[in-house]
């Protein structure tokens, strides 16, 4: 996460997620946008909504309620501030204990729980699977914000992982399994049938109606994992045009 340094109070000194007040008639989305020109001279080239987290503000000494509305941003050039705040840092969310506004505090505990994760791991199982992908750390992040990213661990070590997303067809609302993984030298414990057993239980709290994945003929082990959980081979033509 980036954090910056404040300048001035309230919690002068302290770390603090950039962004601001929304101006009349301004949507969040253009909001972040500005706010991020104005206080680290970068441009957005892309921003997805988190969600909105409940709070307290402060303006020239009065407290009030506000909503803040987090965004998951990719940002465009060097990072330059402006005198409402002394530095910035890249922080780990794990590593983040302290930061001003307790609408803040709300979102740093949301991607504590939900974005946390060693990459250096996740970039190991995906290229596993296959080792000409290249998984960029902000599409992970998407994922987690589409769907669900199911993740198994031994001894501290990722070493499964799968991902389910929701899918509204004009005949029913289903789900679709991709990317199920699990790390070589664990395979042949229960980790994959865990991992698709916990995907499919997403899928019914979320009132789907089917969950549908594809898996390739050569992976035979997992073809017979997804035959015993239930899964019906369905008889089709799988085309991908590559754009």
């Given amino acids: 996460m980036l954090v910056l340094r404040r300048n001035e109070e309230p919690f002068k000194g302290q770390w603090d997620l ?9 949507l969040p989305s253009e909001t972040v946008v500005r706010e991020m020109e104005e ?9 997805t909504k988190i969600g909105d987290f409940p709070g307290l503000g402060c303006w020239k000494d009065e407290w009030f309620p506000v909503t ?24 780990a969310p794990e590593n ?4 001003a506004f307790d609408s803040n505090q709300k979102i740093v505990a949301w991607v504590k729980q939900n974005f946390a994760v060693e990459f250096n791991q996740v970039k190991n ?6 080792s000409s992908a290249e998984i960029r750390e ?14 198994v661990y031994r001894q501290g070590t990722l070493v499964g992982m799968g991902w389910i997303f929701p899918r509204r067809t004009l005949l029913r609302k289903q789900a679709v399994i991709e ?7 664990y395979r042949g414990q229960g980790i994959g049938k865990e991992i698709v057993l916990k995907l499919i239980e997403w899928a019914k709290k979320e009132g789907m109606e089917m969950v549908e994945l594809t898996s390739g003929s050569h992976r035979i082990p997992a073809n017979e994992l997804y035959k015993k ?13 590559k754009l």
Avoid: R
Avoid at 96 to 99: E, P, Q
Avoid at 138 to 151: I, S, T, W
């Fill in 18 to 26: 950039p962004g601001g007040f929304m101006s009349e008639g301004e």
């Fill in 39 to 47: 206080e680290l001279n970068v441009k957005i080239l892309d921003a």
């Fill in 68 to 91: 803040s509305h987090a965004f998951l941003v990719q940002i465009e050039g060097e990072i330059k501030l402006n005198s409402e705040n002394s530095a910035y840092q890249w922080i």
């Fill in 96 to 99: 983040l204990s302290d930061v």
């Fill in 125 to 130: 199982l995906v290229g596993q699977l296959d």
């Fill in 138 to 151: 902000y599409n992970f992040y998407q994922a987690v914000l589409n769907g669900h990213v199911e993740k």
């Fill in 179 to 185: 990317d199920m993984i699990c790390d070589e030298s």
């Fill in 229 to 241: 959980v239930g899964f019906v081979l369905h008889p089709t033509n799988h085309y991908l045009l």
